[in-house]
C-alpha cells in the first residue's frame, strides 16, 4: 500500500471555513482491510478529517491486482495560529503505517475567507481498480 503524496500543506485558512483536498490510497494485492487515525502532540488532530476514515481496498475478484481509494483530507482551523497533524494508515498488511503530515495555518484576515464554504463532513468515495 502507498499514499499519493506524504505530506498536505493548507497553508492560511480563514477560521471555522473548511478546505478539502484528495489523496489517494493505492494498493497491490491482496484485498485488505484499513483504518486512519489522526495523531497530534499539540491536540491540532481535531481541526484535520479524512473521510471515509475505514474502508475495506479492493476488489474481490480474483483478476484485479491493483486498486486506489480517494480520500477527503479536510482542514477547519478553530484558532489564528498554526496546526500540525500526522494522518497514520494502519492495516495488517503494513508492519509500519503510512503516514501522511498535514499542516496549515487559521487567520482571521479577510483576504483568506472563502465565498463557498465546504462541508466538513461531505465526501465523495472514488475507487478504481484494474487488472
Known amino acids: ?14 477560521v471555522g471555513q473548511t478546505q478539502t483536498t484528495e489523496v489517494n490510497l493505492h494498493r497491490n494485492g491482496a484485498l485488505t482491510y484499513w483504518k486512519s487515525v489522526i495523531e497530534s502532540d499539540e491536540g491540532d488532530s481535531r481541526v484535520f478529517g479524512v473521510a471515509p476514515d475505514f474502508k475495506l481496498l479492493g476488489s474481490k475478484e480474483l483478476r484485479v491486482t491493483s ?20 494522518v497514520l494508515i494502519q492495516s495488517p498488511l503494513l508492519k509500519t503505517p503510512l503516514t501522511l503530515r498535514l499542516q496549515g495555518s487559521g487567520s482571521f484576515d479577510e483576504g483568506y475567507r472563502s465565498s463557498s464554504m465546504s462541508l466538513k463532513h461531505h465526501s465523495r468515495t472514488i475507487t478504481t481498480c484494474s487488472p
Do not use: K
Not at 486498486?67 to 489564528?80: A, K, N, V
Open 1 to 14: 500500500m502507498r499514499l499519493s503524496r506524504d505530506s498536505i500543506d493548507f497553508g492560511f485558512c480563514f
Open 67 to 86: 486498486c486506489s481509494h480517494c480520500l477527503q483530507i479536510s482542514f477547519t482551523p478553530s484558532e489564528d495560529r498554526g496546526f500540525r497533524a500526522v
